[in-house]
């Protein structure tokens, strides 16, 4: 038993990672994290990427097949007091100038529209506007203080 004492004694700080190892494993852990990062940087940029591709193309959707689901999100939306929807929200990308007529309410906007934005808006145009449906563009987050997503919201109020 004495011996027992003799070796917890003789050392304290034998059980004490030193300094430099410390820092060590704060430095792997910060690049763990950091990797971390990028690969969720690179996978929502990825996806952001793939959602911008399908979105500058055509839908495919008839008239008739809009008209059908813009009546259901209408109806649904109405039934519960609403007197708005949020129809879509997209990256500036889909607009020719990143946004800046949309942020700045320049005459002229819809012009920079382009693929689905574009097409939803020429649908309004057509067949809501004369029903007394208003639609809306707004920017909807300023990441980095520049105009980032877009919403899109169709109003009967």
Known sequence: MAELKAKTTADPLA?????????????LKEAEKASAAMRETSAADAEKKALIEKFSKASGVSDEERMARAAAIIKRAANNGLTEVEIG??????????????????PGWEKTLTGLPK??????EKHLKSQGYKIGFQI??????????????LRWN
């Open 15 to 27: 059980a004490l990672p030193s300094a430099k190892e410390l820092m060590q494993q704060i430095a």
């Open 89 to 106: 929200r997209f990256p500036n990308e889909l607009t020719t100038d990143r946004a800046r007529a949309i942020n700045q309410r320049e």
């Open 119 to 124: 097409e939803l808006y020429d649908f309004w």
């Open 140 to 153: 909807v987050d300023f990441p980095g203080g520049r105009p980032g997503d877009i919403g899109m919201t």
